[in-house]
Protein backbone atom coordinates (compact mmCIF):
# COMPACT_ATOMS: atom_id res chain seq x y z
CA UNK A 1 0.00 0.00 0.00
CA UNK A 2 2.52 2.55 1.33
CA UNK A 3 4.75 1.60 -2.27
CA UNK A 4 1.62 2.26 -4.23
CA UNK A 5 1.59 5.93 -2.93
CA UNK A 6 4.70 6.23 -3.22
CA UNK A 7 4.36 5.54 -7.06
CA UNK A 8 1.47 7.64 -7.38
CA UNK A 9 3.34 10.62 -5.80
CA UNK A 10 6.34 10.15 -8.00
CA UNK A 11 4.02 10.08 -11.24
CA UNK A 12 2.91 13.82 -10.45
CA UNK A 13 5.92 14.65 -9.79
CA UNK A 14 6.95 13.67 -13.38
CA UNK A 15 3.77 15.25 -14.24
CA UNK A 16 4.80 18.48 -12.77
CA UNK A 17 7.80 18.61 -14.13
CA UNK A 18 6.95 17.90 -17.73
CA UNK A 19 4.07 21.18 -17.13
CA UNK A 20 6.77 23.41 -16.07
CA UNK A 21 9.30 23.13 -18.88
CA UNK A 22 6.87 25.08 -20.58
CA UNK A 23 5.62 27.63 -18.50
CA UNK A 24 8.07 30.46 -18.76
CA UNK A 25 7.87 31.57 -15.49
CA UNK A 26 8.95 28.03 -13.58
CA UNK A 27 11.30 27.55 -16.59
CA UNK A 28 14.90 26.85 -15.47
CA UNK A 29 16.86 29.87 -15.13
CA UNK A 30 18.76 29.91 -19.05
CA UNK A 31 21.74 32.34 -17.72
CA UNK A 32 24.43 32.54 -15.16
CA UNK A 33 24.63 35.78 -13.91
CA UNK A 34 27.56 36.29 -10.54
CA UNK A 35 27.30 39.66 -8.84
CA UNK A 36 26.00 41.27 -12.29
CA UNK A 37 28.97 39.67 -14.29
CA UNK A 38 27.43 37.28 -16.91
CA UNK A 39 29.13 33.86 -18.56
CA UNK A 40 30.44 33.37 -21.80
CA UNK A 41 27.19 32.21 -23.09
CA UNK A 42 25.21 35.16 -22.18
CA UNK A 43 27.98 37.52 -23.60
CA UNK A 44 27.93 36.15 -26.95
CA UNK A 45 23.66 36.25 -27.15
CA UNK A 46 24.31 39.79 -25.70
CA UNK A 47 26.93 39.92 -29.13
CA UNK A 48 24.82 38.24 -30.92
CA UNK A 49 21.59 39.92 -30.53
CA UNK A 50 23.86 43.22 -31.44
CA UNK A 51 24.14 42.25 -34.91
CA UNK A 52 21.16 40.25 -36.03
CA UNK A 53 18.06 41.56 -33.80
CA UNK A 54 19.11 45.09 -32.49
CA UNK A 55 18.33 46.92 -35.86
CA UNK A 56 14.80 46.50 -35.49
CA UNK A 57 14.30 45.56 -31.51
CA UNK A 58 16.40 48.28 -30.23
CA UNK A 59 19.44 48.28 -28.59
CA UNK A 60 19.02 46.03 -25.01
CA UNK A 61 16.17 44.12 -26.54
CA UNK A 62 13.63 47.46 -25.54
CA UNK A 63 11.92 47.25 -28.52
CA UNK A 64 11.35 50.60 -31.59
CA UNK A 65 8.49 51.95 -33.24
CA UNK A 66 8.63 49.22 -35.70
CA UNK A 67 9.40 45.92 -33.46
CA UNK A 68 8.24 44.97 -30.08
CA UNK A 69 10.08 45.22 -26.66
CA UNK A 70 11.15 41.93 -26.48
CA UNK A 71 12.32 42.02 -22.53
CA UNK A 72 8.41 41.90 -22.34
CA UNK A 73 7.67 39.71 -25.29
CA UNK A 74 10.10 37.21 -23.29
CA UNK A 75 7.54 37.35 -20.17
CA UNK A 76 4.81 35.34 -21.94
CA UNK A 77 6.84 33.50 -24.76
CA UNK A 78 8.00 30.55 -23.55
CA UNK A 79 11.36 28.76 -24.92
CA UNK A 80 9.95 27.15 -27.59
CA UNK A 81 7.67 29.87 -28.77
CA UNK A 82 10.64 32.31 -29.17
CA UNK A 83 12.54 29.72 -31.38
CA UNK A 84 9.69 28.86 -33.31
CA UNK A 85 9.36 32.58 -33.97
CA UNK A 86 12.93 33.38 -34.73
CA UNK A 87 13.35 30.56 -37.01
CA UNK A 88 9.71 30.64 -39.21
CA UNK A 89 9.57 34.15 -38.55
CA UNK A 90 6.55 35.85 -38.63
CA UNK A 91 4.30 38.46 -40.17
CA UNK A 92 1.88 41.04 -38.98
CA UNK A 93 -1.16 41.10 -41.14
CA UNK A 94 -3.47 43.06 -39.00
CA UNK A 95 -1.82 46.28 -38.95
CA UNK A 96 -2.14 49.08 -40.91
CA UNK A 97 1.74 48.91 -41.09
CA UNK A 98 3.45 45.71 -42.53
CA UNK A 99 5.61 45.04 -39.81
CA UNK A 100 7.90 42.04 -40.46
CA UNK A 101 9.67 39.45 -37.80
CA UNK A 102 12.31 37.38 -40.85
CA UNK A 103 12.64 34.23 -41.00
CA UNK A 104 16.03 33.39 -39.66
CA UNK A 105 16.12 29.85 -40.07
CA UNK A 106 18.51 30.39 -42.88
CA UNK A 107 21.08 32.08 -41.25
CA UNK A 108 23.61 30.16 -39.29
CA UNK A 109 25.11 32.96 -36.92
CA UNK A 110 21.62 33.24 -35.54
CA UNK A 111 20.31 29.17 -35.50
CA UNK A 112 23.71 28.04 -33.82
CA UNK A 113 23.57 30.54 -31.18
CA UNK A 114 19.98 30.96 -30.81
CA UNK A 115 20.23 29.39 -27.24
CA UNK A 116 22.72 31.98 -26.12
CA UNK A 117 20.33 34.86 -27.51
CA UNK A 118 17.75 33.36 -25.60
CA UNK A 119 19.72 33.33 -22.31
CA UNK A 120 20.57 37.01 -22.85
CA UNK A 121 16.81 38.08 -23.82
CA UNK A 122 15.55 36.08 -20.88
CA UNK A 123 17.77 37.40 -18.00
CA UNK A 124 16.88 41.00 -19.57
CA UNK A 125 13.43 40.09 -18.84
CA UNK A 126 14.11 38.95 -15.61
CA UNK A 127 15.28 42.13 -14.38
CA UNK A 128 18.80 40.17 -13.78
CA UNK A 129 20.80 41.92 -16.25
CA UNK A 130 20.66 45.84 -17.10
CA UNK A 131 21.49 47.71 -19.97
CA UNK A 132 24.52 47.95 -21.93
CA UNK A 133 27.42 45.76 -22.68
CA UNK A 134 27.66 43.34 -19.36
CA UNK A 135 30.96 42.17 -17.53
CA UNK A 136 32.44 38.56 -18.21
CA UNK A 137 32.78 36.27 -14.95
CA UNK A 138 36.33 36.25 -14.59
CA UNK A 139 37.51 39.29 -16.23
C1 LIG B 1 13.83 43.52 -39.87
C2 LIG B 1 13.44 43.78 -38.48
C3 LIG B 1 13.62 42.64 -37.47
C4 LIG B 1 14.78 41.95 -37.16
C5 LIG B 1 16.17 42.10 -37.78
C6 LIG B 1 14.42 41.04 -36.08
N1 LIG B 1 13.09 41.17 -35.77
FE1 LIG B 1 12.06 40.11 -34.37
N2 LIG B 1 10.34 41.03 -34.90
C7 LIG B 1 10.24 42.07 -35.81
C8 LIG B 1 8.86 42.52 -35.88
C9 LIG B 1 8.31 43.64 -36.76
C10 LIG B 1 8.13 41.69 -34.98
C11 LIG B 1 6.62 41.73 -34.70
C12 LIG B 1 5.93 40.87 -35.73
C13 LIG B 1 4.45 40.79 -35.50
O1 LIG B 1 3.86 41.78 -35.07
O2 LIG B 1 3.87 39.72 -35.75
C14 LIG B 1 9.09 40.80 -34.37
C15 LIG B 1 8.78 39.83 -33.44
C16 LIG B 1 9.69 39.06 -32.76
C17 LIG B 1 9.36 38.13 -31.70
C18 LIG B 1 7.96 37.86 -31.15
C19 LIG B 1 7.66 38.87 -30.08
C20 LIG B 1 6.30 38.70 -29.44
O3 LIG B 1 5.99 39.47 -28.52
O4 LIG B 1 5.53 37.82 -29.84
C21 LIG B 1 10.53 37.59 -31.27
C22 LIG B 1 10.71 36.57 -30.15
C23 LIG B 1 11.59 38.17 -32.06
N3 LIG B 1 11.04 39.06 -32.96
C24 LIG B 1 12.93 37.89 -31.89
C25 LIG B 1 13.93 38.37 -32.73
C26 LIG B 1 15.33 37.98 -32.60
C27 LIG B 1 15.90 37.06 -31.54
C28 LIG B 1 16.00 38.60 -33.62
C29 LIG B 1 17.46 38.47 -33.99
C30 LIG B 1 17.92 37.14 -34.25
C31 LIG B 1 15.02 39.40 -34.36
N4 LIG B 1 13.80 39.23 -33.78
C32 LIG B 1 15.32 40.17 -35.46
C33 LIG B 1 11.28 42.61 -36.57
C34 LIG B 1 12.58 42.15 -36.59
Known sequence: MIKA????????LCLGAAVAASDPA??????RIENGKVDGSVYNGYRRYGNSCMQCHGPDGMGSSYAPNLTESLK?????QFTET?????????????????????????????????GYLK???DGALGRGRPERIGR
Open 5 to 12: IAIIAMGS
Open 26 to 31: TEEKPY
Open 76 to 80: HLSHE
Open 86 to 118: VINGRQNVNASQQNVMPSFGHVEDVVLYLDDIY
Open 123 to 125: ARS
